[in-house]
């Protein structure tokens, strides 16, 4: 069974999320910007979710971690949680 590891940002708008990722691009640090600004209680880990299986998330974010290039940001993501901003950093 396929196992990945990511970490994200939630927020309210895609907007806000938009707003995040040109921060990222220009260099700032995923985890830091995790812990500011969303709103899953994984941001006290830096956005870190741990080990995700398939089945685990909703089906838009698991196509994400499933079947995206590793090390890069993805999104905005929207799903009825909010406004995901993904990076995967392992995938077996």
């Known amino acids: ?3 990945a590891m990511a970490r ?3 927020v309210k708008t895609a907007a806000e999320a938009e707003q995040l990722k040109l921060r990222l691009e220009k260099g700032e640090d995923f ?3 995790a812990r500011r600004h969303s709103f899953c209680p994984s941001r006290k880990r830096g956005g870190d979710l741990g080990e995700i299986r398939p089945g685990q998330m909703v089906k838009p974010f698991e196509n994400v971690v499933f079947r995206k ?3 890069q940001v993805h999104g905005p993501l929207k799903t009825q949680f909010g406004w995901h901003l993904v990076l ?3 995938r077996s």
């Open 88 to 90: 995967v950093y392992l």
């Open 31 to 33: 985890a830091t910007l």
């Open 8 to 10: 994200h940002i939630l």
């Open 1 to 3: 069974m396929p196992i």
């Open 69 to 71: 290039p590793l090390h």
